[in-house]
DNA sequence: GCTCTGTCATTAACCTGTGACATAGCAACT
DNA sequence: AGTTGCTATGTCACAGGTTAATGACAGAGC
């Protein structure tokens, strides 16, 4: 913790959210923040609801959230959609793509999204001359892998209701994680069809989930927020392991 | 294709799994094949039905499969169990490991196993030392990540027979690909019930879905082997898309 | 060789969580 | 005022779950 300490001095206030969330890991040299930032010069604004990723496209690029929310999604040739997981700011898209002929999944501007604009190229130079910043690269691929596998888990083995909780838990606990966090309230950036395409639910099971979890007084839902009520009980009735989070709070 | 080729007539017959597959993708040279060789000579049988990986548990290992067939899976406190995916030879298993305190999934040996048991702080020397071999590892994490969300999509968007189907799929398409594969017969290393834990349904309801493709013609079923009798059929009812699992045919 | 036990596959009957459709209300935008 | 998008809810249908039973097969023990 002395040594998160240490790095949240640094690079707390203006540093870009990678640096903040690498930062709170281990203790990055002013020389491998400054890399980190200059990493991300070349920005990318992406309007509310539009794709810079296509699946079945060249990708030859990385990006990394700056700000604002992302989603990566399959689509099936009937029109269904099934998200696969939420890009927050500092989390990275395509960060192994050097190999990859083509883009696996489409990804989506949620809100008014920044994005940094890499070289996947870059990729290779860090792991060559800065093997701290490889090794939180490394984390942040294991942690993809980590909330991927709970989307899985959600899908095939949990309820709708509990579907809906673990995925409140997991946007909530990651939105607290980058100290973007209000207590418990957690901002809904998306709709409720936003949700139900997370959830492999139809739009109208997903609202009646919403609905019986408000009654059971474990959340209270208003136009833009939810908040999390009883987060023990939310807890209790998904396995809801944070830990796969992993801890690096900012 | 030609550097295919030449890649496949050194290391083809007697060469591990992972350099085979990495071999098919781009040309290593002599002393490339002898370090990835070399990495792969401490092994680890596991007896089928044994657990290598424990969720929650430290996770200090890299495992490269070698021989056999493993399940990676998630085991909610009810006892239901989400199986994420499906390791076959030339797979790595914790190849992004060295910052995780603990794993995050469980991994199960399918079949009589054996693993390459690897350092995790070798894959930082492999990108300093070796780039091909580092861009061949970010292509083997690329296409682990797209397994999942297959997975995931598959879960969430995809009725039982399409579930199924796009899984026999997969798995035919990945034990072609790394030179096993046997027409379209694909060896079942799965019971039903393994079946069932993959595609987030009952056993019942599995052997229900298992009836009605043998019934609509498209596979024949006997006891350890499944026959795709037509493949197109399948492809066409499943949407699925074989550059997920990345072309590297050995 | 026979019996017993355990595992796995299969199927029927009944039940239920969820999907689809329809409708209504509200807010924002044109 | 009309349109669009989103949220909310009721009704009915159905895909899939649960329970129970049966059959086949392999292996262990006597």
Not at 16 to 40: F, N, T
Not at 195 to 223: C, E, F, Y
Request: with cysteine; proline share 2%; aromatic share 6%.
């Amino acid at each position: 913790m002395q040594t998160g300490i240490v790095a949240s001095i640094q690079p707390a206030e203006t540093a870009s959210a990678l640096v903040r969330k690498l930062g709170a890991l281990c203790l990055l040299s002013e020389e491998e923040i400054a890399y980190l930032e200059g990493l991300q010069n070349n920005t990318l604004s992406v309007d509310k609801g539009r794709d810079f990723i296509e699946e079945n496209a060249d990708l030859r690029t990385t990006f990394i959230v700056m700000e604002g929310w992302a989603i990566r999604y399959g689509l099936l040739s009937n029109g269904r959609r099934q998200i696969l997981s939420y890009a927050l700011p500092g989390d990275i898209l395509g960060l192994h793509v050097n190999f990859r002929a083509a883009a696996t999944y489409s990804a989506s501007a949620l809100t008014p999204l920044t994005l940094a604009v890499v070289d996947p190229r870059r990729v290779l130079e860090i792991s060559q001359k800065y093997p701290i910043i490889a090794a939180g690269l490394s984390w942040c691929t294991a942690r993809e892998f980590a909330i991927l596998g709970d989307q899985a888990v959600r899908l095939g083995r949990l309820s709708a209701q509990q579907r809906l909780a673990h995925l409140l838990l997991e946007l909530w606990h990651r939105v607290e994680l980058i100290g973007n966090g209000a207590g418990d309230w957690l901002e809904m950036h998306m709709t409720q069809a936003d949700l139900a395409d997370t959830l492999g639910l139809s739009l109208v099971h997903t609202n009646r989930s919403l609905s019986a979890l408000r009654r059971q007084g474990l959340i209270t839902v208003h136009k833009d927020h939810v908040r999390l009520d009883d987060i023990d009980a939310l807890i209790e009735m998904t396995d809801f392991n944070p830990k796969h989070l992993s801890e690096f709070r900012v």
